[in-house]
């Protein structure tokens, strides 16, 4: 097989950011998907529908005024909410119901980048809980605990046991995507769990496992959040993105820091993956000999799962050595300096 045509995917989870760096990585994702999933950790966070509709407006601007192919073909930025203790319910559900929000991020406060304004006590956001249940609205996920004592690779284990699982018990009827999973526990647990509970993959979770972030030397491109785990996680991760259970999809978590907020003493989590998304994903599927089940994992399970029309259209990726530029920009890529085998053609 040297040509694989799929439907047009959709990204299910990316940082588009705000402002200079919104211009500079927006087209990437718009180039090669139909819809995004686009997290609200701006600063301040994205908490009103208002505030989502503007940045709903900031993002279709910055992938017009870059122009071609993204213009063409269409993209649609699907807005998200960021949970604080203090949402109101009733404007969340009136943004879902105007087509504005489309799911709700929960971030316990603490857990990563710009998640201080997440929440500390999940019994105070029962009623929003109980709204988006209500209405089918899903709620999105980063499953880490954020307690200092806890192990920061047992982070992603230890919240599906103490939070995830009676979360899922108390509001059964809730849509539940548990997004950037990292470990063999989550894949289990999304396999074992009922059907209003999935799981969204990256690529670099699929490629890399935590020796990466020590390779030679301190690695700050390779540090996420969550932080990639041992190699049997890396595999449990790529046994259920290419073993056709609908409940698992795309979602790149594309994460951009600028070069100097990478490589610093504090170096910030997020890797940026979103020029090379899909061609990163193939490499994957065709390693595990799967690629006729890319076109479900990158653009069937998560529109079926969120209740929203398949797209129309396909793109085409042609097997061909496709080098990744060192640096896009200020930004350095996932992938840097390496040749990809596949190419997604314009
Ligand atoms: O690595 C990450 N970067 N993980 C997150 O959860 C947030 C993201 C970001 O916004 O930079
Ligand atoms: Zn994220």
């Not at 439907?7 to 990316?14: I, K």
């Not at 990437?28 to 999933?37: G, P």
């Amino acid at each position: 097989m040297n040509t694989l045509t799929i439907r047009r995917p959709d990204d299910w989870h990316v940082h588009l950011r705000d402002g200079e760096l919104l211009q500079l990585v927006a087209p990437a994702t718009a180039r090669q998907f139909a819809r995004a999933i686009v997290m609200p950790n701006l600063r301040p966070p994205v908490t009103t529908t208002a505030a989502a509709r503007a940045y709903r407006e900031r993002i279709v601007a910055a992938v017009r005024s870059r122009g071609g192919a993204a213009l063409a073909t269409g993209f649609t930025p699907l807005m998200t909410a960021y949970l604080t203790e203090t949402i109101n319910p009733a404007d969340l559900e009136q943004g879902h119901r105007e087509g504005v929000l489309t799911a709700v991020k929960l971030y316990p406060a603490g857990a990563t980048t710009n998640s201080d304004a997440g929440v500390r006590d999940l019994a105070a956001i029962t009623p929003v809980l109980e709204t988006l249940e209500r209405i089918g609205m899903p709620l999105l996920i980063h499953g880490e605990v954020t307690d200092a004592e806890i192990d920061i690779f047992d982070r992603e284990a230890v919240f599906i046991e103490r939070v995830m699982a009676p979360l899922l018990q108390r509001h059964p009827g809730l849509k539940v995507v548990l997004e950037h999973i990292t470990t063999s526990d989550a894949v289990d647990f999304v396999r074992a769990g009922p059907a209003n509970l999935a799981a969204t993959i990256t690529p670099h979770h699929l490629h890399i496992n935590r020796n990466a972030l020590f390779a030679g030397g301190l690695r700050p491109d390779m540090y996420c959040l969550p932080v990639a785990k041992r190699e049997l996680h890396r595999l449990a991760l790529r046994a259920a993105a290419t073993g056709g259970n609908p409940r698992f999809f795309l979602g790149t978590d594309s994460a951009p820091h600028e070069r100097h907020a990478k490589e610093s003493a504090c170096g910030c989590a997020g890797i940026y993956n979103a020029p090379h998304a899909l061609e990163s994903y193939a490499a994957v599927f065709d390693a595990e000999n799967a690629l006729d089940r890319l076109e479900a994992f990158a653009s069937e399970n998560g529109p079926r799962f969120y209740g929203l029309p398949l797209n129309d259209g396909t793109v085409t990726l042609a097997r061909r050595p496709t080098p990744v530029p060192e640096r896009v920009g200020s930004l350095v890529p996932f992938h840097a300096g390496e040749t990809l085998g596949w190419q997604l053609l314009a």
